[in-house]
């Protein structure tokens, strides 16, 4: 895990500090750095040391320690003398190694990497040189697919969507919430949007995550450079949130489908609140009838087409066109006009975001 190399560096800079010579060795008894110039291992002692249930021993006047990696035995620590001082600083020195093997397990660690990458927590010559080191291609086309789960998760919903990619060790799954299983996904040549709809849903399906659930799958672009799935990861969060505005009775949640949505969810509210009185006066659709809401959203539905949206609703023509002249009169907007309704239809949907704004501030 650690080099033999930056041992010794370890070792002899302790060395330099506590004039106290160091030596590691592995469990076989072999020497992997040592700052002795004359130190004879005595296998026996060693193996004796390693089946103690002690931490530390002193040993015919060396002071033995263990270094673990969760709780996993890795190296022996040999520091030279037997009295107090040399207890401390070998003490100090073992935690020191250790500490080693930790920076050491998440600089090399796929899982942290990956973690890290999306929450844009790296440099990118750091996400170049770590990549290479951990086998990891950077130039292939990815997406970033979040799994967003009501209840908070149990190490089970990682395991099953693991499962669900057989392995591959070319996608990615992990976590940094409590509420959602992340993917970074590899795609195969001729992979697209089209295929991404489908694999969402085929892992609600799967797992049997249904609406009833309230469970949603977002996903970002596509991205072609390791250094871009954290865009990814950023647009495919966005979608779950404009997507729980905007689009909550759907379960896939396509950041490239969200259309004028994902900019209404940018606005700040001051700037929505100026936009809806100019719209509405001191009105708010809010104060608009059942009734008439449902003729908008039938209206919306079929587009602007009069004679269906009449059909659908079971009313006569001449009765839409009465609602409409109503609505007409009273906001000043003609749905029937391309315009006009277009206007309309943002002020729903920032009318939908301001609201939703509020039930988080509370």
Same mark, same amino acid.
């Given at each position: 895990?650690?080099?033999?190399?930056?041992?010794?560096?370890?070792?002899?800079?302790?060395?330099?500090?506590?004039?106290?010579?160091?030596?590691v060795i592995d469990t076989d008894g072999k020497t992997l750095a040592s700052t002795f110039s004359d130190f004879v291992i005595q296998p026996a002692d060693i193996q004796a040391f390693v089946e103690s249930q002690?931490?530390?021993?002193?040993?015919?006047?060396?002071?033995?320690?263990?270094?673990?990696?969760?709780?996993q035995l890795e190296y022996i620590l040999v520091a030279h003398g037997d009295d107090e001082d040399t207890y401390m600083v070998g003490k100090l020195a073992a935690f020191q190694i250790q500490s080693l093997i930790?920076?050491?397990?998440?600089?090399?660690?796929?899982?942290?990497?990956?973690?890290?990458?999306?929450?844009?927590?790296?440099?990118?010559?750091?996400?170049?040189?770590?990549?290479? +080191?951990?086998? $990891?291609? %950077?130039?292939?086309?990815?997406? &970033?697919? @979040?799994? *967003?789960?009501?209840? !908070?998760? #149990?190490?089970?919903?990682?395991?099953?969507?693991?499962?669900?990619?057989?392995?591959?060790? +070319?996608?990615? $799954?992990? %976590?940094?919430?409590?509420?959602? &299983?992340? @993917?970074? *996904?590899?795609?195969? !040549?001729? #992979?697209?949007?089209?295929?991404?709809?489908?694999?969402?849903?085929?892992?609600?399906?799967?797992?049997?995550?249904?609406?009833?659930?309230?469970?949603?799958?977002?996903?970002?672009?596509?991205?072609?450079?390791?250094? #871009?799935?954290?865009?990814?990861?950023?647009?495919?969060?966005?979608?779950?949130?404009?997507?729980?505005?905007?689009?909550p009775e759907k379960d896939v949640i396509a950041y490239s489908s969200l259309g004028i949505g994902r900019l209404i969810y940018q606005l700040p509210i001051p700037l929505c609140k100026m936009f809806i009185k100019?719209?509405?006066?001191?009105?708010?659709?809010?104060?608009?009838?059942?009734?008439?809401?449902?003729?908008?959203?039938?209206?919306?539905?079929?587009?602007?087409?009069?004679?269906?949206?009449?059909?659908?609703?079971?009313?006569?023509?001449?009765?839409?066109?009465?609602?409409?002249?109503?609505?007409?009169?009273?906001?000043?907007?003609?749905?029937?006009?391309?315009?006009?309704?277009?206007?309309?239809?943002?002020?729903?949907?920032?009318?939908?975001?301001?609201?939703?704004?509020?039930?988080?501030?509370?």
């Amino acid at each position: 895990m650690i080099s033999n190399q930056v041992l010794q560096n370890t070792l002899e800079g302790l060395k330099e500090i506590s004039r106290t010579e160091f030596c590691v060795i592995d469990t076989d008894g072999k020497t992997l750095a040592s700052t002795f110039s004359d130190f004879v291992i005595q296998p026996a002692d060693i193996q004796a040391f390693v089946e103690s249930q002690a931490d530390s021993q002193l040993v015919k006047g060396y002071q033995y320690f263990k270094v673990c990696d969760d709780y996993q035995l890795e190296y022996i620590l040999v520091a030279h003398g037997d009295d107090e001082d040399t207890y401390m600083v070998g003490k100090l020195a073992a935690f020191q190694i250790q500490s080693l093997i930790v920076a050491y397990k998440e600089r090399f660690d796929k899982d942290s990497f990956i973690k890290n990458l999306l929450l844009d927590n790296l440099l990118l010559v750091d996400i170049y040189n770590r990549a290479k +080191k951990l086998h $990891i291609e %950077a130039d292939v086309r990815r997406v &970033v697919m @979040i799994l *967003k789960l009501q209840q !908070e998760k #149990e190490h089970s919903s990682i395991e099953s969507v693991k499962s669900l990619f057989g392995g591959k060790s +070319k996608d990615f $799954i992990t %976590a940094v919430d409590e509420k959602s &299983v992340i @993917i970074v *996904k590899e795609l195969e !040549e001729g #992979e697209g949007y089209e295929e991404m709809d489908k694999l969402a849903q085929t892992i609600l399906d799967t797992l049997g995550l249904g609406r009833e659930n309230d469970t949603h799958i977002a996903y970002g672009t596509i991205v072609g450079e390791l250094k #871009e799935v954290s865009r990814s990861y950023k647009e495919a969060r966005m979608a779950l949130d404009v997507g729980k505005i905007f689009s909550p009775e759907k379960d896939v949640i396509a950041y490239s489908s969200l259309g004028i949505g994902r900019l209404i969810y940018q606005l700040p509210i001051p700037l929505c609140k100026m936009f809806i009185k100019e719209i509405f006066g001191g009105k708010s659709p809010d104060d608009f009838d059942e009734e008439t809401l449902t003729t908008i959203d039938k209206f919306f539905e079929n587009s602007l087409n009069v004679s269906e949206t009449s059909r659908q609703l079971y009313i006569h023509r001449n009765t839409l066109v009465y609602r409409l002249d109503k609505l007409q009169k009273s906001t000043g907007l003609d749905l029937r006009i391309f315009e006009d309704a277009i206007t309309f239809k943002i002020a729903l949907m920032v009318v939908r975001y301001m609201k939703y704004m509020e039930t988080l501030e509370y």
